[in-house]
């Protein structure tokens, strides 16, 4: 059980308005008790706090807003006293532009860390070298005045991308992920891993490219020599787990990145969930059909001898409860338990964002003044300012879409400012916080925060939760989730109906009911005639079932000596 934290939202220990790694370890006991094992940690390095420490000054200095390396070293101490450990982030497509060696790199053409970076000249007449946009909006090259060329950065104009062709560049990233192992950390979360190789020649995008470049700028001929290099050199001497972000990586290439046979990353994240709703900027209608078919591809993508990660939520995405369930004040809580019931029965590693396991949901922004994230205020900047987009029609996106939205402060009590601080809060705290909070829902076992702690017991008491099969049973539903998961002669029957109005739902000939393991409070649930179930709005429920529909309609009953268990209430 993988829980992420965004140190400069999750609690503020010193008083200065910005989390910092003392908070965290403040903290720890409420992780151990929802039943975290991992902390994936976000960028805590020394950074100009551009993109919020993903553009790093200084790969061996704690970022001075989050502590001391006294601070971190005292944090990952406090984690093995409690049977966890910490994953930290590896952000190395790019640096900050005040990283020294970009800095040097700026300074001469003729400088020994020019190729640390990827320069080119302009076109002929002027322009960028080539066509390439930045996944932030705009150009993905800059011209710099020192040496009269452009320098390629996919992300912010103060993110320089490195160059990985250069072997002293992998040689040095090796070096810094050797240090932080040394100190204990267990591997990395690795930040666009897949964008590291750039294409050969670096040639215009053709125009249906342009519409997805990401795609592109993740099929680089040289990223799985790369990843087995770091796999070689550091991941396997040290034993650590390497989770790749899989931004752009097509879902049928994911046993390339994963299969274990290959020597490259542990598991992906994929984002085709997460991004399902979105057109650039922009969101779009999705359907539950569609959701549901994308669970199976994923189930099925790292083949035989991979893994995969699940999640619904991440700093770079809006809250899940918003984004794929009902935040009204009716709704939210036990559609909440409806996404982390989803989250937590893949067969894969399950990751929950800090505020997830309470349902936290997206800011009421209403102002581009309001935001904080660059890429924000690049689209602005680049769209709005330049008149090819109107204000009104960018800001009900971003109301939306925006990054900013998991990046409020985590609510921990009703307290001023959320008992996140007790200064003014780097970014606003949202305005449920006084029925939002976890030391609310800590108090209260019908809570969001409880079904979780309780689903993450249950999966870990389960071998099936983790390894078993698993199988849409009713894919083209348009309002109930239905899967099943089996291993040997176990079998669970996850059912989750999306959406306020009721359903009678009749199960799929020779699935029977036989035990209820666990619900999300819909207690009203009812069991007639063994395959008709009374499905109440938001429900979610694991069940031991007597039956496994299969692809070739053949059905697997359970072994009558299976163990039973009590509901996990």
Same mark, same amino acid.
């Given at each position: 059980m993988v829980y992420q934290i965004y140190p400069r939202s999750f609690f503020d220990a010193n008083g200065d308005g910005i989390g910092d790694l003392p908070g965290i370890t403040a903290k720890l006991d409420y992780l151990k008790a929802l039943g975290v094992d991992v902390v994936w940690l976000g960028p805590h390095y020394d950074s100009p706090g551009v993109d919020n420490g993903y553009?790093?000054?200084?790969?061996?200095?704690?970022?001075?807003?989050? +502590?001391?390396?006294?601070?971190?070293?005292?944090?990952?101490?406090?984690?093995?006293?409690?049977?966890?450990?910490?994953?930290?982030d590896l952000v190395v497509n790019?640096?900050?532009?005040?990283?020294?060696?970009?800095?040097?790199?700026?300074?001469?053409?003729?400088?020994?860390?020019?190729?640390?970076?990827?320069?080119?000249?302009?076109?002929?007449?002027?322009?960028?070298?080539?066509?390439?946009?930045s996944l932030f909006g705009g150009s993905a090259w800059e011209l710099d005045a020192t040496t009269g060329q452009h320098y390629l950065h996919y992300f912010a104009p103060q993110q320089p991308d490195l160059n990985w062709d250069n072997p002293k560049v992998r040689a040095e990233v090796v070096d810094v992920m050797r240090f932080w192992l040394d100190k204990g950390v267990a591997g990395f979360r690795m930040d666009v891993i897949a964008l590291v190789s750039k294409q050969t020649g670096l040639p215009d995008l053709t125009p249906e490219q342009l519409r997805q470049p990401e795609a592109v700028y993740a099929s680089g001929p040289r990223i799985h020599e790369h990843l087995r290099y770091l796999r070689r050199e550091v991941l396997a001497p040290y034993d650590a787990v390497a989770i790749g972000e899989a931004v752009g990586v097509r879902m049928e290439d994911t046993p390339l990145f994963v299969?274990?046979?290959? +020597?490259?990353?542990?598991?992906?994240?994929?984002?085709?969930?997460?991004?399902?709703?979105?057109d650039g900027w922009r969101q779009r209608p999705w359907t539950l059909p569609r959701l549901k078919a994308l669970y199976t591809r994923i189930d099925g993508a790292p083949g035989e001898h991979g893994w995969n990660a699940s999640f619904l939520g991440n700093h770079d995405s809006p809250r899940a409860v918003s984004n794929f369930a009902d935040d009204s004040p009716r709704w939210r809580a036990r559609s909440a338990k409806a996404l982390a019931t989803l989250v937590l029965t893949q067969r894969a590693t399950p990751f929950l964002y800090q505020g997830d396991e309470l349902g936290m949901t997206n800011y009421p922004f209403e102002r581009i003044e309001q935001y904080d994230d660059v890429e924000a205020k690049t689209l602005w900047r680049t769209l709005v300012e330049t008149g090819r987009v109107p204000a009104g029609e960018l800001l009900a996106h971003l109301r939306r879409t925006s990054r900013d939205h998991a990046r409020t402060p985590m609510q921990w009590n009703a307290s001023p400012h959320a008992g996140f601080t007790s200064a003014t809060p780097w970014l606003?705290?949202?305005?449920?916080?006084?029925?939002?909070?976890?030391?609310?829902?800590?108090?209260?076992?019908?809570?969001?925060?409880?079904?979780?702690?309780?689903?993450?017991?249950?999966?870990?008491?389960?071998?099936?939760?983790?390894? +078993?099969?698993?199988?849409?049973?009713?894919?083209?539903?348009?309002?109930?989730?239905?899967?099943?998961?089996?291993?040997?002669?176990?079998?669970?029957?996850?059912?989750?109906?999306?959406?306020?109005?009721?359903?009678?739902?009749?199960?799929?000939e020779g699935l029977r009911v036989q035990e209820m393991l666990l619900d999300n409070g819909a207690r009203d649930v009812t069991v007639a005639a063994e395959r008709r179930i009374a499905l109440s709005p938001w429900q979610a429920t694991l069940y031991r079932c007597g039956g496994v529909a299969h692809a070739d309609g053949a059905l697997t009953p359970p072994s009558p000596t299976a163990p039973t268990g009590a509901p996990l209430r």
């Open positions: 553009d790093v000054r200084d790969y061996r200095r704690v970022w001075a807003v989050f +502590g001391t390396m006294s601070d971190f070293d005292r944090l990952l101490a406090a984690m093995h006293e409690r049977g966890m450990r910490l994953v930290v790019h640096t900050s532009d005040q990283h020294r060696w970009f800095a040097q790199s700026r300074s001469s053409r003729d400088s020994p860390y020019r190729d640390y970076y990827i320069w080119r000249d302009g076109r002929a007449g002027g322009g960028p070298p080539n066509n390439y946009p299969d274990a046979r290959r +020597g490259e990353l542990s598991m992906l994240l994929p984002f085709d969930i997460v991004r399902m709703d979105r606003a705290v949202h305005p449920n916080f006084l029925e939002v909070n976890a030391e609310a829902q800590v108090a209260d076992d019908d809570s969001v925060f409880h079904h979780c702690r309780r689903l993450i017991a249950l999966r870990k008491r389960m071998p099936v939760l983790v390894h +078993g099969a698993y199988r849409d049973i009713d894919p083209a539903h348009p309002r109930v989730f239905a899967y099943t998961r089996t291993l040997r002669d176990e079998a669970v029957l996850v059912l989750i109906l999306f959406g306020s109005d009721p359903l009678d739902y009749v199960l799929p």
